[in-house]
């Protein structure tokens, strides 16, 4: 009958196995579940998370009790001594000497990477070219939706969307005030609402308003939605983008939404990362399908105001 294995070659097995079963069993799973052609590999930082815990556990199993402790000391303790054959000895030395030669090298060498340039943007070979002439209707109401908004306005109805309504109606309640309006008041609003109590209102004056409005909109929904990961500043520095290896988008950099067409935001916005081609893996996306969770005019409104936090305008179609 086979001898029990030693403690300290039961735990540097464990821990070989776990790390191996790790870096290449959970990839190797990955590709067949998802049936994609290339393995999808473990980030390093979640390797290390993932490999401190196990080497948490072994310590624990290790140094419970003193018969154990005593048992994984062994080996070290008799090859620290010389009680090991010469060969032994040898090849001991040599192993622990490659394998400290090899992690410093492993983190010192060049690593080969992609251009920043390749994050810019992402592939678009799948881009509905009917989206290239897309242009965003919020920031663009016509005469009808100014006439429904002035009508509004007079009534004290302006309408908002769902999501901004509890801290509108809490407001409301807190100052007392009856005009949702009072909750925004920008110059322009301000402008407007003298206009209307003069009875006195022009369409520009209305616009402007009007966009003021879906500005506030659009804010709230990317408070809401966006910022965890994009940022107040819309520069890619939210709370959760440290998590990701490849970190959210820049809006503020002259390379990234401006350079872009509105549609291409767009349709950006809506498919998310899964709806990025194939080619774009590995430098693809962690963003959600929006659609799934808002309207075709709350991603709108949300655009609208990408392009006004980052204080960018969208590049025109190339026929225009």
Known sequence: ??????????TVLTIIVIYLLIKFGIPAVARQVTGLPFPLP??????FIYMVLVLVAMFLLVTFDDGPLNEF????????????????????????????????????????TAPLALRIQHPSSNFPKKMEDAQNPMTNPTEA?????????????????????PDIEA??????EEDPLLAINTPAIKKFRA???????????????????R?????????????????????????MADGFKLRPINFTDNGTIETIVEG?????????????????????????????????????????????????????????
């Open 1 to 10: 009958m086979m001898s029990r294995l030693n403690k300290f070659w039961t």
């Open 264 to 320: 291409y935001t767009f349709w950006r916005v809506e498919n998310g990362g899964p709806g990025l081609p194939l080619e774009a893996t590995p430098w693809d996306s962690a963003m959600p399908e929006w659609k799934v969770s808002l309207s075709e005019e709350e991603r709108w409104l949300i655009i609208m105001a990408e392009y006004d936090l980052a204080e960018k305008t969208p590049r025109m179609p190339e026929k225009h």
């Open 215 to 239: 500005l506030y909109m659009g804010r709230a929904l990317y408070a809401m939605n966006c910022r965890a990961c994009h940022g107040d500043s819309v520069a890619g520095d939210g709370p």
């Open 42 to 47: 473990v980030p390093g930082a979640l390797i």
């Open 73 to 112: 000391l062994r080996p070290i303790k008799r090859f620290l001594r010389g009680d090991f054959t010469k060969p032994v000895r040898t090849i001991g030395i040599v192993l622990i000497s490659l394998a400290v030669g090899w992690y410093v090298y492993d983190n010192v060498v060049p690593k080969i």
């Open 195 to 213: 206009a209307v109590e003069a009875g006195n209102v022009d369409n520009e004056t209305a616009r402007a308003a009007l966009l003021e409005v």
């Open 145 to 165: 939706q100014v006439a429904t908004f002035i009508e509004q306005a007079k009534a004290g109805e302006v309408q908002f969307i769902e999501q901004v309504m």
């Open 171 to 176: 407001w409301m309640d807190e100052t007392g």
